[in-house]
């Protein structure tokens, strides 16, 4: 266990989430900034920091490297980076020990709590479509917060419930968990994400907008500050949030 104040590296802090991320821990007084790294610079810059947790939101093609070898050099892993899948988080599963990861595809409350009641929503109202939009210059799509509300999803609906899939007409969206995503890219847009249901003679719709980056800094402190004290691999801040 930490008994000073928790020193925090960051990778990715040239970018929108990095810089932000920066801010918020320079500003929370439990917690001390020792290192700001971008892709120019060298993992070894947060061991001789002395780095207790390192964030990352750097770029879906580097998170995998990133995270693996912070857990290997025993520094905690906070991730944001959007791309990891399945066998990357079991991968990395295997790597805790030494350090432990939290991993996150969205960190604002109102996200969370969105994905947490498309779940519920969905035992009741198994027909749904997700419409993710956000800022231009995102390289991934669908959004990882809409590959999660979509698997999260599957595990809320109940298995008696046949649910018919997607025709496969090309103008619905991509299909995951049979699950149609829509996904717009449009500049003046953050992070948006609508999950629509569909029943008889009804429809119901969870929205949540981050309209500012602001909105996911409360959830990376949290996970900050939690990570020491979380063994192995979590996936999602709804088991910080939720979970006793
Ligand atoms: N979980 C959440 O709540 C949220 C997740 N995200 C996710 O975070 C990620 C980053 O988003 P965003 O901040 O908008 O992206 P940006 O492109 O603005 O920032 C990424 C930064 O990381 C740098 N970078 C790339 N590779 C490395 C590396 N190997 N080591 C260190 N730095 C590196 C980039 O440099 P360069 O430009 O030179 O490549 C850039 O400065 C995305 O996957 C996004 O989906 C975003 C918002 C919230
Ligand atoms: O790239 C972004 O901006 C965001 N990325 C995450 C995602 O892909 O879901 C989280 C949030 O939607 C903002």
């Known amino acids: 266990m930490v008994d000073h104040m928790?020193?925090?590296a960051v990778l990715g802090a040239l970018g929108r989430m990095g810089a932000t991320v920066c801010d918020?821990?320079?500003?929370?007084?439990?917690?001390?900034?020792?290192?700001?790294?971008?892709?120019?610079?060298?993992?070894e810059?947060?061991?001789?920091?002395?780095?207790?947790?390192?964030?990352?939101?750097?770029?879906?093609?580097?998170?995998?490297?990133n995270t693996a070898w912070l857990l290997k050099a025993g520094v905690h892993a906070v991730v944001g980076?959007?791309?990891?899948?399945?066998?990357?988080?079991?991968?990395?599963?295997?790597?805790?020990g030494p350090a432990n990861a939290v991993v996150a595809p969205n960190f604002a409350i109102g996200a969370v709590l969105m994905m947490e009641l498309s779940r519920q929503v969905a035992a009741h109202m198994p027909h749904?479509?997700?419409?993710?939009?956000?800022?231009?210059?995102k390289v991934d799509a669908p959004s990882g917060t809409a590959l999660r509300t979509a698997k999260l999803i599957a595990e809320?609906?109940?298995?008696?419930?046949?649910?018919?899939?997607?025709?496969?007409?090309p103008a619905r969206g991509q299909v995951t968990e049979d699950i149609p995503v829509h996904s717009v890219r449009l500049p003046g847009l953050v992070a948006h994400q609508e999950v629509v249901f569909?029943?008889?003679?009804?429809?119901?719709?969870?929205?949540?907008?981050?309209?500012d980056r602001t909105s996911f800094m409360p959830g990376v402190l949290l996970a900050v500050k939690e990570v020491p004290r979380r063994p192995g691999l979590t996936v999602g801040l709804e088991h910080l949030l939720f979970d006793s």
């Open 6 to 8: 928790l020193r925090v």
């Open 24 to 43: 918020a821990v320079r500003e929370d007084p439990e917690v001390e900034l020792v290192a700001a790294l971008d892709a120019d610079d060298s993992r």
């Open 45 to 65: 810059a947060i061991i001789d920091a002395g780095a207790d947790v390192c964030v990352d939101f750097t770029h879906p093609d580097s998170v995998r490297t």
């Open 81 to 96: 980076t959007t791309g990891l899948t399945d066998d990357d988080l079991d991968q990395l599963r295997a790597l805790t």
């Open 128 to 137: 749904v479509e997700i419409i993710e939009s956000h800022h231009d210059r």
């Open 156 to 169: 809320g609906r109940q298995q008696a419930i046949d649910v018919p899939g997607p025709d496969g007409h």
């Open 198 to 211: 569909g029943g008889l003679g009804q429809t119901l719709t969870i929205r949540h907008d981050s309209i």
